[in-house]
């Protein structure tokens, strides 16, 4: 089921970052190169624990917003929390630090507890069970790529205000369908961030068919591995590749874009996707990088 919201004329974001919302960041006190005094905004970073009914998943570094996305999201991709699967209540306790999400039928994620994979995610991305179970066989999308939407996207998302340009140390992850931006998600972590952008998606009935995955960070294996079991047919990134992430990517069919800056990119898989309808006299270059003094990754 799709969102009549996604038909809408609107072209501004459902979800957007807000780097002035209470308890994201916070300014600290130091001293520059010179020893002189200087303040700096920096990221705050919190735990948050996830349970699937009566068990402990697992408690992950996050920056604290939308917290139900994130536990939904995050049992979806690790296969804890089947599509099928009915959820009858995501419950956060602030206090706590805790999200609970609760199913119909007590789920069979026990084997998936005994066997974990330590990934290259920042903030140490913890990937349980084998990481390529429920690629085999699956097809993605034959869903079309035009070039023109890849440099509207590129640079209308690198410059939306958000806690990167702010304070740096953060990922983000951006649900788009076609030249529109949809959602926008941050984190400390860019597995957290995807994360968000799943269970937004199963939270709100949206569908991956269309849609493209756009995000700050490297393109890895696991970025690729989550992209595809999300069933979303483009991943697309300012970073670079690792040769798994391409690997598994050409296995699965996902067209992967990287180096996405100004009129450039690099395609090294699902070219067959890709439709090169700009006019490249009109696409403007990158001048130097579009964020503010002093922010660091």
């Known amino acids: 089921m799709q969102l009549s919201v996604l038909d809408e004329p609107d072209h501004g974001y459902l979800i957007a970052p807000d780097p002035a919302r209470a308890g994201l960041s916070r300014c600290v006190a130091g001293h520059d190169e010179a020893g002189r005094p200087v303040e700096t905004r920096v990221v705050e970073e919190r735990p948050l624990t996830i349970y699937l009914n009566a068990r402990e998943i697992v408690t992950a570094m996050t920056i604290g917003d939308y917290p139900e996305y994130l536990a939904l999201g995050f049992l979806a991709n690790q296969g804890m929390l089947a599509a099928a699967e009915e959820v009858t209540g995501v419950e956060y306790d602030a206090e706590l630090e805790v999200v ?162 100004g009129k450039r990119f690099t395609c090294l898989a699902g070219e067959s996707r890709l439709v090169r309808d700009a006019d490249m006299a009109v696409v403007p270059e990158e001048g130097r990088r579009h964020r503010r003094k002093g922010a660091s990754e």
């Open 100 to 261: 609970v999400v609760r199913t119909a039928v007590e789920t069979d994620h026990e084997a998936k507890l005994q066997k974990k994979t330590r990934t290259s995610g920042c903030a140490v991305g913890t990937v349980f069970g084998d990481m390529m179970a429920g690629l085999e066989g699956r097809q993605l999308p034959a869903a079309e790529l035009r070039t023109s939407w890849l440099y509207a996207l590129s640079h209308r998302i690198n410059r939306t205000p958000s806690l990167y340009l702010e304070a740096g140390a953060i990922h983000g992850t951006v649900l788009c369908r076609q030249d529109r931006p949809l959602v926008y998600m941050e984190d400390v972590g860019r597995h957290n961030a995807v994360d968000k952008i799943a269970g937004w998606m199963r939270a709100e009935g949206v569908g991956p068919e269309d849609k493209i995955l756009y995000t700050t960070g490297r393109l890895t294996s696991e970025m690729v591995i989550k992209t595809a079991l999300m069933g979303i047919p483009v991943l697309a990134s300012r970073s670079g590749f690792t040769a798994w992430g391409v690997e598994i990517a050409n296995q699965v069919g996902l067209t992967l874009i990287g180096r996405l800056k």
